[in-house]
């Protein structure tokens, strides 16, 4: 416990570019890219397949089937395929932030899929009623509606990429 201490109450530990504070920026910035690069993916998609009703289940089921995958085997294989492709620092970031994102996407789409999906049918009735095409009753009615699962989603592929993302410095 009293090296516990003298390493937190350090100042070499808090500074410098192999600081503390700066491997906590690194973390969340990658955590950020990541999260952001499967927002792009899994919302539209969701958003998508709950709004046609075109093959929901199929792909929301294919698509949380890579939950499965392992993680820290697939960022291995990732950087054993990918690495040598890539210079630098890019070899060890490129398939982290790949596999990351295969492991945030899931989430993030089944919820907004979920959202979509779960809005009443009377919201629906009442959206065609007053006139509404498809693109209006989407974003006036269904995405307003489905918003806390796709907030859901969204917080616990951030907790899954936080977590996880430790294990890209040990393959790094």
């Known amino acids: 416990m009293i090296g516990l201490w003298h390493w937190l109450t350090s100042p070499a530990t808090w500074s410098g570019s192999e ?10 910035g990658y955590s950020g ?8 993916i ?7 397949v709950g709004h046609s009703g075109r093959g ?8 949380n089937g890579m939950r499965a995958l392992p993680t820290l085997g697939l960022l291995y294989a990732a950087v054993l395929v990918i690495g040598p492709r890539l210079s630098g620092s890019a070899a060890f970031q490129v398939p982290a932030i790949g596999v990351l994102v295969i492991l945030a996407v899931p989430p993030v789409l089944a919820g907004t899929y979920s959202g979509i999906d779960a809005v009443p049918p009377d919201a629906h009735d009442a959206a065609t009623g ?14 307003p509606c489905a918003l806390p699962l796709i907030l859901s989603g969204l ?3 951030a907790l899954q990429v936080i977590a996880t993302a430790t294990l890209a410095a040990y393959v790094g």
């Open 19 to 28: 600081g503390a504070w700066a491997l906590i920026s690194q973390h969340l």
């Open 33 to 40: 890219v990541v999260m952001g690069l499967a927002a792009l």
């Open 42 to 48: 899994g919302i539209p998609l969701g958003l998508w």
């Open 56 to 63: 929901g289940s199929a792909v929301v089921n294919l698509v």
């Open 130 to 143: 007053m006139g509404m095409t498809g693109w209006q009753r989407l974003w006036r009615v269904e995405v």
């Open 155 to 157: 917080r616990s592929a």
